[in-house]
């Protein structure tokens, strides 16, 4: 799956579950650089990985993951789809 796929379902699910609102532009571009460094390290099948995390989250709890939360989120996609996060990637834990 590409990175611009996995936003569009993103911003549907946020408009069902939780509404635009004047913040989710700002937050929806670091989902886009959080999803970009996943697909630089796991391609496709970690934006995939991704994506079920982060619209899991938006549809059970009725609201937007931290950024924070979706890093987490998308150091266990790399590592769920056989990937490891480099160290010298931004995303990677400390």
Do not use: Q
């Amino acid at each position: 799956m590409d990175v611009e796929t996995a936003l569009r379902e993103i911003d549907e699910a946020n408009a069902k579950h939780v509404g635009a609102g004047e913040t989710y532009e700002a937050i929806r571009e670091e989902y886009e650089r959080v999803f970009e460094e996943v697909d630089r390290i796991a391609d496709g099948e970690g934006v995939e990985e991704l994506l079920r995390h982060v619209d899991e989250h938006i549809r059970y709890h009725e609201s937007r993951p931290s950024i924070a939360i979706v890093t987490n989120y998308a150091i266990a996609a790399c590592r769920e789809v056989g990937e490891g996060v480099p160290e010298e990637s931004w995303i990677a834990p400390e």
